[in-house]
């Protein structure tokens, strides 16, 4: 059973640089979601889809784009990468359209950006 | 805007202990409260609470929400080195569909 998987999980890159971040689920869930984990800072909301074709802006959605490409899959772009993005991010998914039944983590993707 | 807080943001205990974690939470049309536990890599969903002074158990775990007062606590009782971990809380509000965490309590069991 894989659940969310995201792509990839380590990466290093230059200030200015672009990258995107890949994650899919296979349990059909409605609702995708990214974000980003800094220490002291807790679980920073980007941005989320609650259904296909639809995307929105969470707590922290500056310097990030994302698309929803298919009911399976949300990328993550940074188009200029800054120092203040490195992170750990993570993509989760839900059941429907609302997280009452809780969140689907993904194992997480670190980055840094020197 | 919606804030969740948790205390102590971390703790060290011995096996065998008891311990409470603390989250409170000020939020706009609330919805559930969710606790998580984070090891290494992703959090694991452990308890969501919708009503009030219904006690959530799940073995050596149990939580408890406070609607009124607005807060909820998690007892870990008997701990184990395995419960080592960041214990996340976690706010649903509204008609968005997301989630808002407090920082987390890191605790640490020894031997």
């Given at each position: 059973?894989?659940?969310?998987?995201?792509?990839?999980?380590?990466?290093?890159?230059?200030?200015?640089?672009?990258?995107?971040?890949?994650?899919?689920?296979?349990?059909?869930?409605?609702?995708?979601?990214?974000?980003?984990?800094?220490?002291?800072?807790?679980?920073?909301?980007?941005?989320?889809?609650?259904?296909?074709?639809?995307?929105?802006?969470?707590?922290?959605?500056?310097?990030?784009?994302?698309?929803?490409?298919?009911?399976?899959?949300?990328?993550?772009?940074?188009?200029?990468?800054a120092p203040s993005q490195t992170s750990v991010y993570f993509c989760a998914s839900s059941e429907g359209t609302s997280v009452v039944l809780g969140l689907f983590f993904g194992e997480g993707s670190r980055l840094t950006v020197l | 805007e919606d804030k969740v807080v948790q205390s102590p943001l971390s703790l060290v205990v011995h096996e065998g202990d008891t311990v409470t974690l603390n989250c409170s939470y000020e939020v706009t049309n609330f919805r559930s409260l969710?606790?998580?536990?984070?090891?290494?890599?992703?959090?694991?969903?452990?308890?969501?609470?919708?009503?009030?002074?219904?006690?959530?158990?799940?073995?050596?775990?149990?939580?408890?929400?406070?609607?009124?007062?607005?807060?909820?606590?998690?007892?870990?009782?008997?701990?184990?080195?395995?419960?080592?971990?960041?214990?996340?809380?976690?706010?649903?509000?509204?008609?968005?569909?997301?989630?808002?965490?407090?920082?987390?309590?890191?605790?640490?069991?020894?031997?």
């Amino acid at each position: 059973n894989a659940g969310v998987t995201q792509t990839p999980k380590f990466q290093v890159l230059k200030t200015g640089q672009s990258m995107t971040l890949q994650c899919a689920q296979d349990m059909n869930h409605n609702s995708m979601y990214w974000y980003r984990q800094d220490p002291g800072m807790g679980l920073r909301l980007i941005y989320y889809s609650a259904s296909e074709g639809t995307t929105d802006k969470g707590e922290v959605p500056n310097g990030y784009n994302v698309s929803r490409l298919n009911k399976r899959e949300f990328s993550l772009r940074l188009e200029s990468a800054a120092p203040s993005q490195t992170s750990v991010y993570f993509c989760a998914s839900s059941e429907g359209t609302s997280v009452v039944l809780g969140l689907f983590f993904g194992e997480g993707s670190r980055l840094t950006v020197l | 805007e919606d804030k969740v807080v948790q205390s102590p943001l971390s703790l060290v205990v011995h096996e065998g202990d008891t311990v409470t974690l603390n989250c409170s939470y000020e939020v706009t049309n609330f919805r559930s409260l969710l606790w998580y536990k984070q090891e290494k890599k992703a959090p694991t969903f452990l308890f969501m609470l919708t009503s009030s002074g219904i006690e959530k158990k799940s073995g050596r775990l149990s939580s408890i929400l406070d609607k009124k007062e607005l807060f909820s606590i998690l007892n870990i009782t008997a701990t184990q080195t395995g419960d080592s971990a960041v214990y996340l809380c976690a706010v649903s509000t509204g008609t968005a569909s997301k989630l808002t965490f407090g920082t987390g309590t890191r605790l640490q069991v020894t031997l």
